[in-house]
Nanobody, 124 residues
Framework: QVHLVESGGGSVQAGDSLRLSCRASGGTLSSHVMGWFRQAPGKEREFVAGIGRLSGRTDYEDSVKGRFTISRDNAENTLYLQMNSLKLEDTAVYYC?????????????????WGRGTLVIVSS
């Protein structure tokens, strides 16, 4: 059982940057594909970014490409999401998720473990 705890959310202005962290415990991060998802008020949860077990593969939702960077430190059991040039539409609760195996899906139903989320608010 992997326990995930996100941190780093907050209130920022459009154009600012934030770095989200997700600390894993109860399991080895390197054994899991990892992803970031977000859910805005009144909307469904959506894929933001994913990273393979050894960081060789990454995938991003189109609207965050070139602005967000996902990375992982397996030695520290920590996943990161660097978010630059934040926009109003990036406002959401951001969730960290872990998946057993090797495939890197964008479907949230394929992930096995979830954190409780961290809130990001972007204002003008």
């Amino acid at each position: 059982q992997v326990h995930l705890v996100e941190s780093g959310g907050g209130s920022v202005q459009a154009g600012d940057s934030l770095r989200l962290s997700c600390r894993a415990s109860g399991g080895t991060l390197s054994s899991h594909v990892m992803g970031w998802f977000r859910q805005a008020p009144g909307k469904e949860r959506e894929f933001v970014a994913g990273i393979g077990r050894l960081s060789g593969r990454t995938d991003y939702e189109d609207s965050v490409k070139g602005r967000f960077t996902i990375s992982r430190d397996n030695a520290e059991n920590t996943l990161y999401l660097q978010m630059n040039s934040l926009k109003l539409e990036d406002t959401a609760v951001y969730y960290c998720a872990a998946k057993i195996g090797y495939s890197l899906p964008s479907n949230s139903q394929e992930y096995d473990y979830w954190g409780r989320g961290t809130l990001v608010i972007v204002s003008s």
